[in-house]
């Protein structure tokens, strides 16, 4: 459909297909019926596509397929993708004009709510050293990390549990460090994860920042981020703001990829999470790093300090 006509293209084109398949009605008894004067008809008939309707036909198909495979997508995540992966440079309210005229509309996205138990009696407690200073512009210089709660079995007959995975982002290119999942919400499934990251980059000293829960505050934990050479922060308490990015990856991944979703078997659910963290590290481009995906990104990054 073109965008660019009036809101009477439906009619047009029901008329058109009705003189072609049927000779019975004359052009003017389908107009006549259709409440349209046979000169407007006769006028949309004859127009000749200027390459700016054209440009929008492309764009409008593009969109569509954009929001087939991700219905996720608002606006303007797809105006991102249109230059990123398409090359169509276009602005916002264009895109907006035509995902309203195509009745594209992304899903609503869930309240997130972070599962991680706190600590009744912690062995150490740090400051909220980040104090919500989420900008980082090198990379390694500080990350944050939580866990988070999914759930498998949907039928009568399948085997229900939950997953937990924990993840830690780097603020500078929003790339997940390292993450582990495991059906123990447990000291492991944190310090695996702590220990995958520290191993990917040697030699890095971030500012690790958290949320007080139990894993974190352990003296195990603690230990572990002294033998790294970092500096640990936490949260407040009942400040889920102080871990901000967190949140925000949490709520984009489970409206992304889980809720509206069911997962049968928990390696049905595992093979949803790392093609997940796959496409949002190699394919998934985000505004505020300039149109870029992390990895993008961080290669960029690492081009700039070479």
Excluded at 22 to 39: D, M, P, Q, V
Excluded at 81 to 99: G, M, W
Excluded at 119 to 124: I, K, L, N, R, V
């Amino acid at each position: 459909m073109n965008l660019t006509k009036t809101r009477n293209t439906t009619k047009y084109l029901a008329i058109k297909e009705l003189s072609d398949e049927n000779k019975t009605y004359s052009i003017l008894a389908l107009c006549e019926f259709a409440g349209i004067a046979r000169s407007a008809y006769y006028k949309w008939l004859g127009h000749v596509n200027s390459d700016n309707d054209n440009l929008n036909e492309r764009i409008a198909d593009t969109i569509t397929k954009i929001h087939d495979e991700h219905p996720d997508m608002g606006y303007r995540r797809i105006r991102d993708t249109l230059a990123h992966d398409y090359k169509i440079a276009v602005n916002d309210k264009r895109v907006l004009r035509i995902c309203r005229k195509k009745k594209i509309q992304s899903y609503i996205k869930h309240r997130y709510n972070c599962c991680t138990k706190p600590a009744s009696d912690p062995a150490y407690v740090a400051e909220n050293i980040l104090n919500r200073e989420f900008k980082s512009d090198t990379i390694n210089q500080k990350w944050v990390t939580d866990v988070s709660e999914f759930k498998y079995g949907v039928g009568e007959d399948d085997k229900k549990g939950k997953l937990y995975l924990s993840v830690i982002l780097d603020l500078c290119d929003r790339r997940p460090v390292a993450f582990v999942y495991s059906t123990r919400n447990d000291n492991p499934l944190v310090f695996d994860t702590f220990d995958k990251a520290v191993a990917a980059n040697p030699g890095a000293t971030p500012l690790l920042h958290s949320d007080r829960g139990y894993q974190y505050t352990s003296k195990a934990f603690r230990r572990r981020i002294l033998a790294a050479g970092m500096t640990q922060s936490m949260s407040r308490v009942a400040r889920c703001i102080d871990n901000g990015p967190m949140e925000g990856f949490w709520g984009l991944m489970k409206r992304e990829m889980y809720y509206g979703k069911k997962y049968k078997t928990k390696e049905e659910l595992m093979l949803a999470i790392e093609k997940y963290i796959d496409y949002y590290t190699n394919k998934r481009v985000q505004r505020n790093l300039g149109v870029l995906t992390p990895l993008e990104f961080h290669e960029q990054k690492l081009e700039s300090v070479a």
